[in-house]
């Protein structure tokens, strides 16, 4: 079975621009994850989405998005990038969130450098 | 809010030696989870070990056990017969198993662990 799979692998950017990045799950997987990690932040949440629904998210400006499709796909939008927004994206998924244990499978991540 | 502490940011290990990381936690939740995730250079993050907090019992996975302490919110892991393979970055992190069932993780700030051959 093919794991999480995030497009694309390495991106640079300038400052303003924005930017889109792209998580599939594993297959049946329905619940997806964002991850920020930065040296001086470390491993930070973004957002949670399942069944196309927005779940949790972190406390992050509004430039940050996201969304999910029905084939549980899900997308990140950055929107007028900043120096500060370099980072790892990492996505996570898993086959539902709920109140037992459910194990999460991470993606390879998105390394994002803003100029 | 919940927080995850990780007071060692570098460890070093002798190949087959035993190593503990330390983690410490706080919470006023009384039901959580709590997980050891691997982060070789690759960055690729893998699950080392989960221990439910409703356990007693400390959780092993072959060379890799807990020491979970739920009084003391402290929750270190122990890599038996270290391998060269075992260096990585190390986080521990959090789950609730409340608030509407979600899968958000809060983070250590990550423990480098390298291992002398």
């Known amino acids: 079975k093919a794991g999480v799979t995030q497009t694309p692998r390495y991106l640079i950017k300038t400052r303003g621009q924005q930017v889109t990045l792209s998580c599939s799950p594993i297959s049946g997987h329905r619940s997806v994850s964002w991850y920020q990690q930065t040296p001086g932040q470390g491993l930070q949440f973004l957002f949670e989405y399942f069944s196309e629904t927005q779940r949790n998210k972190g406390n992050f400006p509004g430039r940050f998005s996201g969304r999910q499709f029905s084939n549980s796909r899900s997308e990140m939008n950055v929107s007028t990038l900043e120096l500060g927004d370099s980072a790892l994206y990492l996505c996570?998924?898993?086959?539902?969130?709920?109140?037992?244990?459910?194990?999460?499978?991470f993606g390879p991540g998105t390394r994002l450098t803003v100029l | 809010a919940q927080t995850v502490t990780q007071s060692q940011p570098e460890m070093s290990v002798q190949e087959a030696e035993t190593v503990t990381l330390s983690c410490t936690y706080d919470?006023?939740?009384?039901?959580?989870?709590l997980f050891w995730y691997k982060q070789p250079p690759s960055r690729q993050m893998i699950l080392v070990i989960r221990?439910?907090?409703?356990?007693?019992q400390n959780a092993t996975e072959n060379r890799f056990s807990v020491n979970f302490q739920k009084a003391a919110k402290s929750f270190s892991l122990k890599i038996s017969d270290s391998q060269l393979g075992d260096a990585a970055m190390y986080f521990c992190a959090y789950r609730s198993a409340f608030g509407g069932a979600t899968n958000k993780l809060i983070f250590g700030t990550g423990t480098l662990l390298a291992v002398q051959p």
């Open positions: 919470t006023s939740e009384s039901d959580y989870y």
């Open positions: 221990q439910e907090a409703y356990k007693q």
């Open positions: 996570a998924s898993s086959l539902v969130p709920r109140s037992s244990y459910n194990e999460q499978f």
